[in-house]
């Protein structure tokens, strides 16, 4: 028995209704070491070229990491990839929860599904164990019913359930897959691939605890994270949750307002993370939130998952769907000129019930509603919904139209870029997308290394993609640990910021695909720096791997992605920024008048294609890159790359 | 000397409520950020930024009526 990891991966063919179980080789974890990497492994293997994304070609891959289960904070994260229907490029989401761990106990590392299903199924992995059951009844049902329902069914209340709701059913294109009713793996559109495959949910239950190489280091490396959370400030976080960054992003000009025509809110305060711990969290009426209002991942200390609860009225919303995240504050608040805390907390709630991206979502909402400002949609197209900023009525409304699809929200459904092709009239001018994906609430026009990992990242628009511009200066101790000694002033945009950009783009790809959290494990904030992720590796199996091999996985599974794209006949055409970002000035606080340098833009950009060793006119990995890196089995294995990738 | 200073995101928390994470404090003349996250009793990772500009180091020594912006930085969310 390995450390760490089952050494199983399932593969499950739900055409032919076919489970088989391979035993990769210990290298083969050691070279991809799980998440991203691992399932891109599988992808790039075994998708065929220009497959359509809905397709039962599709391959979709759900892959835990080597140190997942193991009793430490930020281990329980998995990594869903397939080809995206939102993108049309390589899709890659993460999510946490119990269910990672759980998976993992269940005997499996990873299960790898292709096919469709002739009928609704759920994949049901237990103790080593897995099988195809009928989801006939299943079909339909929000994330929180399915989830009661199967519990009852297996009479365990202490299975896992990774599910799609009605939304992955209706094939929204930002559709995502939910745990726990909600957790979610959000981005582009996973959920939707799920649906396509008629697979309602995959159910893990199991007592198979990953074994620890080094107990003793183990031990110490989980104290450590004890002792660095006042100097972290992650138990601040943790209170606070990532709702806490929106007043402190407010007065910075970077939080994202009026569909990215402005940095600062006025009614920031309405929708701020201390507001949201002291009013709305389950618990606040008796002062109780650390108790009832907050939640957490399997082993996790930090507890910054929030639970909110809203007993009557429009916005009754059960305490099972969790709470906003800033993101969400952000999209469906901010975006779109909205302070009613209850509208963006139901709207949440309405996500995770029927299984959407809140990030696409409420950007799309925010598009739609920018798009009405300007008269280029109207009540003609909405249905009489009138779409202006601060509705907050019609954007709830607009959120549960999407799920199902139904009158305005089935042109929404197909995301923000998509639905402008249907609608025409201009209104692509107000997109915020980057290869079709809407961009998150991080401003690339005050975190400008940021504008060009949103323009290049092969899944389109990230954030978790990158350490942000400020944390250069910030953070110079765990800095130096990744290579980088030389930080610039702010709004820089040049050779060293793409440095930056780059490598640390590569600590967060490796994080991804050893799939830990991205607020535990990283190159600054987080409760653990990149050394203290490598010891944890090492205790947990016994290898002696080092940061260098840590960021050349990340530098592996970013090239996987990249090349994925590459063959899809997408390169650096694709590599672009929203209009508005060049073109529109932010208006207000303090990013006021910031606009980005098109010509200083391109420079950098070239810049980090040089950097990455990919071809600055075509942005395709070099093929000395990518067989550096033991890719060069990708190019050897298609016809279409050996044409473009020299 | 007085240093008006304001805390942002969870940082308000090493204030009273009532403080909605704003304060005056006085200090010996000269003092530094260092000296001013003694007297809060701040001992995290945090970033300061003086009367609007950029952020500046611990040893940064502050005026008479400086304003002292107090906040954390966590990327993403």
């Not at chain 1, 390589?90 to 990672?100: L, N, R, S, T, W």
């Not at chain 1, 209340?157 to 995502?176: C, M, S, W």
């Not at chain 1, 099972?320 to 995240?325: A, Q, S």
């Not at chain 2, 304001?6 to 000269?30: C, F, H, M, Q, R």
Request: charged share 25%.
């Amino acid at each position: 028995m390995p450390f760490g990891y089952t050494g199983k991966v399932l593969h499950v063919n739900l055409t032919k209704s076919e489970i088989t179980v391979e035993e990769p080789e210990e290298q083969f974890y050691r070279t991809y070491m799980g998440g991203s990497a691992m399932g891109m492994h599988y992808v790039l293997k075994e998708t065929p070229a220009g497959v359509d994304p809905l397709s039962p070609d599709n391959v979709l891959a759900l892959c835990t990491g080597v140190v997942t289960g193991t009793p430490i904070s930020g281990q329980s994260r998995i990594t869903s990839v397939a080809k995206s229907p939102l993108t049309g490029c390589i899709g890659d989401a993460q999510g946490g929860g119990f269910f990672p761990a759980e998976m993992k106990f269940s005997g499996f590392d990873a299960v790898i599904i292709k096919g469709k299903s002739p009928k609704p199924v759920y994949l049901w992995m237990h103790h080593g164990e897995a099988e195809l059951r009928d989801a006939g009844h299943l079909w339909g049902m929000t994330t929180g019913d399915t989830e009661d329902k199967l519990k009852e069914e297996l009479q365990d209340k202490r299975i896992e359930v990774l599910q799609i709701g009605p939304a992955g059913e209706n094939l929204v294109r930002f559709a995502a897959l939910i745990s726990m009713s909600n957790r979610a793996n959000g981005r582009t559109g996973m959920g939707a691939v799920m649906g396509s495959k008629n697979l309602k949910a995959v159910v893990v239950r199991g007592k198979q605890k990953p074994t620890i190489a080094d107990p003793a280091k183990f031990k110490e490396l989980q104290k450590l994270g004890k002792t660095n959370l006042e100097p972290t400030g992650m138990d601040g976080f943790g209170k606070y949750g990532t709702p806490g960054v929106t007043t402190p992003q407010n007065k910075a000009g970077g939080l994202p307002t009026f569909n990215f025509n402005s940095g600062a809110f006025d009614k920031h305060e309405d929708i701020d993370g201390i507001k949201l711990f002291n009013e709305h969290l389950r618990g606040h009426e008796k002062d109780d939130q650390n108790r009832f209002g907050r939640d957490t991942c399997f082993s996790c200390s930090i507890k910054c998952k929030r639970v909110t609860e809203i007993a009557e009225g429009p916005y009754k919303t059960d305490a099972k769907y969790g709470g906003p995240e800033y993101e969400t504050l952000a999209t469906f608040g901010s975006y779109c000129g909205i302070g009613d805390m209850d509208a963006i907390i139901y709207a949440n709630a309405l996500c995770n019930m029927y299984g959407m991206d809140t990030i696409s979502c409420g950007a799309t909402i925010a598009w739609a509603m920018e798009c009405w400002e300007n008269g280029k949609i109207t009540a003609e197209d909405t249905g009489g919904i009138e779409m202006t900023y601060g509705n907050a009525e019609a954007m709830v409304k607009m959120t549960e139209l999407i799920a199902k699809r139904e009158g305005f929200g089935k042109i929404l459904a197909e995301g923000s870029k998509k639905a402008a092709e249907i609608i025409g009239r201009g209104t692509e001018d107000y997109l915020i997308t980057s290869k079709g994906q809407e961009a998150p609430a991080h401003m690339p026009q005050v975190k400008r290394s940021l504008s060009v990992i949103y323009a290049t990242n092969p899944f389109g628009a990230d954030h978790e993609s990158s350490e942000h511009d400020p944390s250069y200066k910030a953070f110079p101790e765990r800095m130096k640990q990744i290579g980088l000694t030389n930080p610039q002033e702010k709004l820089a945009l040049n050779e060293e910021m793409m440095r930056f950009a780059m490598v640390t783009q590569h600590l967060s790809s490796a994080v991804d695909s050893i799939s830990v959290c991205a607020f535990i494990f990283g190159a600054s904030f987080q409760l653990y720096g990149a050394d203290k992720l490598v010891e944890v590796i090492n205790a947990v199996t016994g290898w002696d791997t080092d940061i260098a091999e840590i960021l050349e996985v990340g530098e592996r599974r970013l090239n996987m992605l990249r090349v994925f794209n590459s063959r899809e006949g997408i390169g650096r055409e694709l590599d672009t920024l929203p209009k508005k970002m060049f073109k529109r000035p932010l208006e207000g606080g303090k990013s006021d008048g910031y606009v980005l340098d098109e010509k200083e833009w391109e420079t950098a950009l070239e810049d980090y294609y040089r950097l990455c060793d990919w071809n600055v006119e075509t942005g395709h990995p070099s093929l000395n890159k990518l067989e550096s890196l033991g890719l060069g089995w990708v190019v050897a294995e298609s016809e279409a790359l050996s044409r473009v990738i020299s | 000397m007085q240093i008006d200073i304001e805390l942002l995101g969870p940082l308000v928390d090493y204030l009273p409520v009532s403080a909605k994470g704003e304060i005056t404090i006085a200090t010996k003349d000269n003092a530094t950020i260092a000296d001013v996250l003694k007297i809060l009793k701040i001992k995290q990772k945090v970033i300061v930024a003086v009367n609007g500009d950029e952020e500046k180091g611990l040893d940064h020594v502050l005026f008479d009526g400086d304003k002292l912006l107090v906040f954390t930085l966590v990327s993403g969310g």
